[in-house]
């Protein structure tokens, strides 16, 4: 992206652990941390405060709205949304709802973070984290973000053992130990609260209810009208938002009009080659970018 060209403006979402507002962060009503009482999310809150965000920095309309991943469901809940806001919607490695599949595997992450000894609720911050849940969710997630292949390549070929999340049971293997050093890493970064707020948003969520519409075609039939053009990204290697599900965004939207660009990026890098392996997209995103 080319920012002598193009003003580039991001923002971290709602109930995030990066700056935004969330469950970590103090409540001025009590002096102490949101915690528990932070409230659920949806991927319309994070639209709506994407368009509050434009409107503080004093932008009528985008030249393009671009998510990957869940960024992916945000960018097309802003573009549904907010359709006089937007020329360009650029969907990568996303969806148009979230599967039976994911909604299951993001089940077990919930259930990962709410039965760590330590959770209490989601008031924990004066206390232990409840680091084996977030590390336990984490590595469920992890193998459908990465491919298997490239865990494969990825694993060193020692293997530890972890005594502190671990006793009776001996690691094996480096992929174990691979798999337990991802989850530990992540939660010295991130909060379990938030992890909990993002996923239940995404299990939730259809874009036609998130757009308050009776079906998709009504839904997207407000883009059609307000001229807008998607750039769509399948990944052939991603198990978290596969294919499939590109291909169903993209059947929508022709039948309420609109004439996506579909393109399949191969790759054995999974769903983070988008992270991995920009020059794939580049060239892509740039023409969509043209008047």
């Keep these: 992206m080319d920012t002598d060209q193009y003003f580039v403006v991001c923002f971290n979402l709602l109930g995030g652990c990066y700056g935004s507002t969330g469950p970590s962060s103090v409540n001025p009503g009590t002096g102490a941390?949101?915690?528990?009482?932070?409230?659920?999310?949806?991927?319309?809150?994070?639209?709506?405060?994407?368009?509050?965000?434009?409107d503080h920095l004093g932008i009528e309309r985008l030249h393009a709205v671009a998510g990957p991943?869940?960024?992916?469901?945000?960018?097309?809940?802003?573009?549904?949304n907010f359709p006089d806001r937007v020329k360009t919607v650029i969907s990568i490695a996303s969806g148009i709802r979230t599967t039976v599949l994911n909604r299951l595997i993001l089940f077990e992450q919930i259930l990962a973070i709410e039965n760590d000894q330590h959770f209490n609720g989601g008031d924990y911050y004066d206390a232990n984290h409840?680091?084996?849940?977030?590390?336990?969710?984490?590595?469920?997630?992890?193998?459908?973000?990465?491919?298997?292949?490239?865990?494969?390549?990825?694993?060193?070929?020692?293997?530890?053992?972890?005594?502190?999340?671990?006793?009776?049971?001996?690691v094996r293997d480096p992929f174990q130990s691979y798999m337990l050093y991802q989850g530990k890493k992540f939660v010295q970064r991130f909060d379990a609260n938030t992890?909990?707020?993002?996923?239940?948003?995404?299990?939730r969520y259809d874009a036609a209810r998130e757009g308050d519409a009776e079906n998709y075609r009504d839904l997207l039939t407000r883009c059609a009208q307000a001229g807008q053009r998607f750039l769509v990204f399948s990944i052939d290697s991603d198990f978290c938002f596969y294919p499939e599900e590109q291909g169903e965004l993209v059947l929508e939207l022709e039948k309420a009009g609109i004439e996506p660009v579909h393109i399949t990026v191969h790759s054995?890098?999974?769903?983070?080659?988008?992270?991995?392996?920009?020059?794939l997209y580049a060239p892509h995103i740039h023409y969509a970018l043209r008047d």
């Design 33 to 54: 941390p949101y915690g528990s009482t932070f409230p659920h999310l949806s991927i319309s809150d994070q639209a709506s405060v994407a368009s509050l965000f434009l």
């Design 69 to 80: 991943s869940v960024g992916g469901l945000a960018a097309l809940t802003f573009a549904t």
């Design 130 to 170: 409840p680091d084996i849940g977030l590390a336990l969710a984490r590595m469920i997630s992890h193998k459908t973000f990465v491919h298997l292949d490239a865990i494969e390549r990825r694993a060193r070929r020692d293997v530890l053992q972890q005594e502190d999340v671990l006793s009776w049971y001996q």
């Design 195 to 203: 992890y909990l707020r993002i996923i239940d948003m995404w299990s």
């Design 268 to 279: 054995d890098r999974g769903h983070d080659s988008f992270l991995l392996e920009p020059s």
